[in-house]
């Protein structure tokens, strides 16, 4: 898997089952000075046409096969027309993108749209509970995405205030926070396939990077309560007369 026959650089792995429950690769290759998203078609990359300017950054792809169709969300943005970056989904590969929310970070999930800034606590929304993940000692969030073989466990790449780059695998709910190394480093913007890592390894500049298998992963655990404070509201109206207490 993520095997690629040009020297682009490439970044922002995904993957998940398709139709016929085999591996869908989706990730970001540079093209024409912009990140572009891409799929797997199982004989070459193929860029995702999203309509958005050509100027346009498109990062953080996620996806999953459903009701017949693949259902798409990733965040964009940067464009000298519009320089917001906002989280976007798409019912399909043909479709309009939808905009969801201003973010720099983000996913959607059936009904869980996940999103944050660069410095912003983590939200995670869903019918009737919104629940906010608030990061100690961050300076910036790279990339909030998940693992399609347990959603609830988020993938988190970011810097710390001292510089120092983190990759985390969290559980919201369960607390479970862990710290996740691959051939030594942190799993930079990292994607989980089954057992397997896939993470963009640098080479030169900071994004000069191509997305490569980790052949040594390390998962080790960190204290939860002393990175992360997770509050949670609900966020359904009660019935004014109800018809049973």
């Not at 309509?51 to 999953?64: Q, R, T, V």
């Not at 989280?87 to 399909?92: A, D, E, I, V, W």
């Not at 466990?153 to 695998?169: E, H, K, P, V």
Request: with cysteine.
């Amino acid at each position: 898997m993520f095997t690629f026959n040009d020297s682009r650089h490439t970044h922002m792995p995904f993957a998940c089952p398709d139709e016929n429950g085999n591996p869908k690769e989706f990730c970001c290759i540079q093209t024409g000075g912009a990140w572009k998203l891409h799929h797997f078609t199982g004989k070459r990359w193929k860029r995702i046409k999203t309509g958005l300017s050509d100027d346009a950054f498109e990062c953080g792809p996620c996806a999953e096969f459903e009701d017949g169709m693949w259902k798409l969300s990733f965040v964009a943005g940067g464009a000298k027309s519009d320089r917001q970056f906002k989280l976007y989904r798409m019912p399909g590969f043909d479709s309009e993108p939808m905009v969801q929310v201003a973010a720099d970070v983000g996913f959607v999930w059936k009904d869980r749209v996940v999103h944050a800034g660069r410095r912003d606590p983590i939200t995670i929304m869903e019918p009737g509970r919104t629940v906010t993940l608030t990061l100690h000692g961050v300076e910036f969030l790279y990339r909030v995405s998940y693992d399609p073989f347990q959603p609830n466990r988020l993938l988190i790449s970011g810097q710390y205030a001292d510089g120092t780059i983190f990759s985390w695998a969290y559980q919201p709910g369960m607390k479970i926070l862990k710290n996740v190394i691959a051939d030594g480093v942190p799993a930079y913007k990292c994607a989980f396939y089954g057992g397997d890592c896939y993470y963009a390894k640098r080479e030169a500049g900071f994004e000069e990077r191509h997305i490569v298998q980790a052949e040594l992963l390390e998962l080790n655990e960190l204290p939860a309560e002393e990175h992360i404070v997770e509050t949670e509201e609900f966020t359904y109206a009660r019935p004014e007369n109800p018809e049973f207490e």
